[in-house]
């Protein structure tokens, strides 16, 4: 079974414009979640796809697979899906191209969801929460899980909303959803035609498209979570865990 791990790697952004072309720490935030995607064991290679030149240059300057996609793409899911219509795979790893800290046992992970559970057409991670305020901030997002593994529902809001607690109760009855997924790669290419959905279009949120049009997503459940990069201040941060990392190393 061949496994490709796919990093949609847009140029612009809205809160840090050009961050995946960062470079304080002498890689380019890119290529720090390349290198950590081509750790996993499970996976065969990795791609990078852009829609800029700026960043096809970067990774032919680091040694990375990279291909240019349309700038049209409204998610990095159908950007992907692009990327992989010509490739030999099975499975499509979707990794985003600014976790450059993301565990590679957690892509390890995610591919056997889909290996251990073949009537699966996708598969993501969930980790614990830290406190009742982060439940309740609708930029985290929460999923509610069934007994069988696969998602029930995906919102921002407080699911399940504990009447008796006015709201939150105990928080490690919640599960904050990790932005990773694992497709087979033919459900990729059918899902990115399928019609956006209602919850979808009320929640902003893609993955309950799957659901609506009844396709099943395994769930599984990690220790930690690998914070992405969203903000100068955040990168910022991760440029200073890296520099103390190499002084310890």
Not at 72 to 84: L, N, P, Y
Not at 123 to 149: M, W, Y
Not at 155 to 182: D, F, K, T, W
Request: charged share 25%; hydrophobic share 40%; net charge negative.
């Amino acid at each position: 079974m061949k496994v490709v791990v796919v990093i949609p790697a847009r140029y612009g952004s809205t809160r840090f414009g050009g961050k995946v072309l960062a470079r304080d720490t002498g890689h380019y935030l890119v290529e720090h979640t390349w290198a950590q995607a081509r750790k996993a064991k499970n996976v065969d290679s990795v791609l990078i796809a852009t829609d800029s030149n700026e960043v096809l240059e970067a990774c032919r300057e680091f040694g990375a697979s990279c291909v240019m996609t349309s700038e049209k793409h409204q998610s990095g899911t159908d950007r992907i899906a692009e990327a992989v219509e010509g490739l030999e795979a099975d499975i499509i790893v979707n990794v985003q191209a600014d976790e450059p800290e993301i565990d590679p046992e957690h892509i390890d992970f995610l591919v056997s969801l889909l290996t251990d559970h073949p009537d699966a057409s996708m598969a993501t991670l969930v980790t614990h929460f830290e406190s009742p305020r982060q439940v309740f901030d609708p930029n985290v997002v929460k999923c509610i899980i069934g007994r069988n593994g696969r998602a029930i529902y995906f919102s921002r809001s407080v699911i399940p909303y504990e009447r008796a607690a006015g709201g939150v109760g105990s928080v490690e009855q919640y599960h904050r959803h990790l932005g990773i997924y694992a497709f087979r790669r033919n459900f990729l290419l059918k899902y990115t035609t399928l019609p956006q959905t209602p919850l979808e279009l009320a929640e902003k949120l893609e993955q309950l498209r799957a659901i609506e049009h009844g396709y099943s997503i395994m769930v599984g459940k990690v220790a930690h979570s690998c914070e992405g990069i969203d903000t100068p201040e955040q990168y910022e941060a991760f440029v200073k865990r890296w520099k103390e990392r190499g002084k310890v190393q």
